[in-house]
């Protein structure tokens, strides 16, 4: 039941046992939820995935095979930070070395003005320039990351 946040508790009630008798038919359940107050969306949730896994389970008991979840995946952040990068001279450019990065670079839309303003911002909060200068480089000189040039400036 949606939009609860349009009924007071009492309403809310009713309308739950007014649906009971309906509900029971198919061992359902009524959660009542407001989208706009993010109220019992975790219940919903919750009460699909049951659902869900109850008839997934079904069908493959029909077919003969055992269900089963798989592990879940857990994300945890790299240790790695964007700072973590190595300068070398390259003929007449800088080769910038660093997993973070070079794969920032290469994710980023370079044709994107506001895409290459926000790469630059972090490559100057990360020391880049900082550490070109202070190895040597000058303005106007080529900084290679990955497969993209950039001219320090």
């Given at each position: ?58 069908a493959l008991e029909a077919v003969g095979q ?42 980023a839309d370079l044709g994107n003005d506001e ?39």
């Open positions: 039941m949606n939009k609860v946040d349009l009924l007071t508790d009492e309403e809310i009630a009713e309308v739950v046992a007014a649906l009971d008798p309906v509900t029971r038919d198919f061992e359902g359940l009524v959660v009542a939820v407001s989208a706009t107050e993010a109220t019992g969306l975790k219940d919903f949730v919750r009460e699909l995935d049951a659902l869900f896994s109850a008839q997934v389970a079904a055992e269900a089963s979840r798989p592990a879940p995946v857990v994300l945890r952040p790299s240790d790695e930070r964007v700072g973590d990068f190595k300068l070398e001279r390259e003929q007449q450019a800088w080769r910038v070395s660093g997993r973070v990065l070079e794969r920032l670079v290469a994710k895409a290459m303003r926000y790469l630059q911002e972090v490559m100057e909060r990360a020391g880049l320039s900082a550490a070109i200068r202070k190895a040597g480089g000058v303005d106007g000189d080529t900084v290679k990351i990955g497969d993209a040039e950039f001219e320090l400036g």
